[in-house]
């Protein structure tokens, strides 16, 4: 089957930094485009970045990220990454990876808590 599995969530600081990893199963991360998304308490799940497939490098960042959030993958881990810097509280929810061109069923994510 084909599964993407998020870890590395925490409670950081503001301003703070936090690397989020997306392990994949069942086929080559680099092949599909792969997004992250997140859900605040009480609000939408939305789109945070993109990186795309087929061997590709094209990344798309939400306008609320760009500049403090980078997307990366490791081909030999099989995993995406998004390493997030200069954290804000209205950063805080809990961040999903999921295909970009279609969506498999939702995992449990990983929370993002920023506080002081």
């Known amino acids: 089957q084909l599964q993407l599995v998020e870890s590395g969530g925490g409670l950081v600081q503001p301003g703070g930094s936090l690397r989020l990893s997306c392990a994949a199963s069942?086929?080559?991360?680099?092949?599909?485009?792969i997004g992250w998304f997140r859900q605040a308490p009480g609000k939408e799940r939305t789109g945070v970045s993109c990186i795309s497939g087929r061997g590709g490098s094209t990344i798309f960042y939400a306008d609320f990220v760009e500049g403090r959030f980078t997307t990366s993958r490791d081909n030999a881990k099989n995993t995406v990454y998004l390493q997030m810097s200069n954290l804000k509280p209205e950063d805080t929810g809990v961040y999903y990876c999921n295909f970009q061109a279609y969506y498999a069923p939702w995992g449990q994510g990983t929370q993002v808590t920023v506080s002081s």
């Open positions: 069942g086929f080559p991360v680099d092949y599909y485009a």
